[in-house]
């Protein structure tokens, strides 16, 4: 599942939202606001589609010239400016995707209500060396090294106890939002015993994302609030380092959505995967009179 997916899941939601909060106004000024807001949505989702292409060319590219750097690392007698060339093309190569990448977070903005808001900052100011919060996006970050045992989906007792204080928010001022938990992993290599549960560090990310839900669903949360992704070691926070041991990057984060029940349909498959679907029986938006 690729950041754009996710990011135009979200933007989706916003614009079905519009759509039902439409149906709910009357007269021209309304009908005015509606139609921006629907511009503004297809803006979006354009402007993020685009943004999206551009990372994933710049991730190839990248890959390419880091191939191609290991190559001539391997032949005998190198000439070493064109080795240091080609750093110098990774270097800035590195800068651009970070730059593309906060360019898609700056997209990714969402404003919670007050209370849960406060709520949030609370908790990660009482746990600060496992939480913190990003009031802009909605997210609290968990520290995996202090989350998970090494190359475990297992979570520890310590952060149970802080889900629970989270759980609480979300049983109060945040019971109005869903819930959207994604891991991410350093770019170290699964080891032998690992990749007998966890094949790949994507595995290992989204295995850790569903054990913060099934936590989270013991404590009182419905599953149907709640989805699960793993990006791997393919979103860090910092460069990976050439051992590819950055702690940073090891975390699992949580987004604070509008809820979009009602909006859709959710299909239980046999693996117990809910399948999301439009809602057929949501009653459709009113159709406002212009001209009135």
Same mark, same amino acid.
């Given at each position: 599942?690729?950041?754009?997916?996710?990011?135009?899941?979200?933007?989706?939601?916003?614009?079905?939202?519009?759509?039902?909060?439409?149906?709910?106004?009357?007269?021209?000024?309304?009908?005015?606001?509606?139609?921006?807001?629907?511009?503004?949505?297809?803006?979006?989702?354009?402007?993020?589609?685009?943004?999206?292409?551009?990372?994933?060319?710049?991730?190839?590219?990248?890959?390419?010239?880091?191939?191609?750097?290991?190559?001539?690392?391997?032949?005998?007698?190198?000439?070493?400016?064109?080795?240091?060339?080609?750093?110098?093309?990774?270097?800035?190569?590195?800068?651009?995707?970070?730059?593309?990448?906060?360019?898609?977070?700056?997209?990714?903005?969402?404003?919670?209500?007050?209370?849960?808001?406060?709520?949030?900052?609370?908790?990660?100011?009482?746990?600060?060396?496992?939480?913190?919060?990003?009031?802009?996006?909605?997210?609290?970050?968990?520290?995996?090294?202090?989350?998970?045992?090494?190359?475990?989906?297992?979570?520890?007792?310590?952060?149970?106890?802080?889900?629970?204080?989270?759980?609480?928010?979300?049983?109060?001022?945040?019971?109005?939002?869903?819930?959207?938990?994604?891991?991410?992993?350093?770019?170290?290599?699964?080891?032998?015993?690992?990749?007998?549960?966890?094949?790949?560090?994507?595995?290992?990310?989204?295995?850790?994302?569903?054990? +913060?839900?099934?936590?989270?669903?013991?404590?009182?949360?419905?599953?149907?609030?709640?989805? +699960?992704?793993?990006?791997?070691?393919?979103?860090?926070?910092?460069?990976?380092?050439?051992?590819?041991?950055?702690?940073?990057?090891?975390? +699992?984060?949580?987004?604070?959505?509008?809820?979009?029940?009602?909006?859709?349909?959710? +299909?239980?498959?046999?693996?117990?995967?809910?399948?999301?679907?439009?809602?057929?029986?949501?009653?459709?938006?009113?159709?406002?009179?212009?001209?009135?």
């Amino acid at each position: 599942m690729g950041i754009g997916r996710i990011a135009a899941g979200k933007l989706l939601a916003g614009a079905m939202s519009v759509l039902v909060l439409g149906g709910m106004l009357g007269g021209c000024a309304n009908q005015r606001a509606y139609d921006d807001a629907n511009r503004t949505n297809r803006a979006l989702q354009g402007q993020l589609a685009s943004m999206q292409s551009e990372l994933e060319s710049a991730n190839r590219s990248l890959a390419l010239k880091d191939r191609e750097l290991a190559a001539l690392r391997g032949v005998p007698g190198q000439n070493q400016a064109l080795i240091s060339e080609y750093e110098r093309q990774l270097r800035e190569k590195d800068d651009v995707i970070r730059r593309m990448q906060a360019g898609l977070n700056a997209l990714d903005t969402i404003s919670l209500d007050p209370a849960t808001d406060q709520a949030l900052a609370a908790l990660a100011s009482r746990y600060r060396d496992i939480l913190t919060y990003d009031s802009s996006r909605g997210m609290l970050r968990f520290n995996s090294d202090l989350t998970f045992d090494s190359g475990s989906d297992v979570v520890r007792p310590g952060a149970v106890q802080t889900l629970s204080q989270f759980a609480q928010i979300l049983q109060g001022s945040g019971a109005a939002y869903d819930v959207e938990i994604v891991g991410h992993t350093d770019s170290q290599p699964i080891s032998a015993r690992t990749a007998e549960r966890h094949p790949t560090n994507v595995h290992l990310s989204a295995h850790r994302a569903i054990s +913060v839900r099934t936590e989270l669903t013991k404590l009182g949360i419905p599953a149907s609030r709640m989805m +699960v992704g793993g990006w791997g070691e393919h979103r860090p926070l910092v460069a990976n380092t050439s051992t590819g041991n950055t702690p940073q990057n090891r975390r +699992v984060e949580i987004f604070l959505r509008p809820s979009t029940a009602g909006l859709t349909a959710s +299909v239980p498959t046999d693996d117990g995967i809910r399948v999301m679907t439009p809602d057929r029986t949501a009653p459709p938006p009113r159709v406002i009179d212009g001209t009135k």
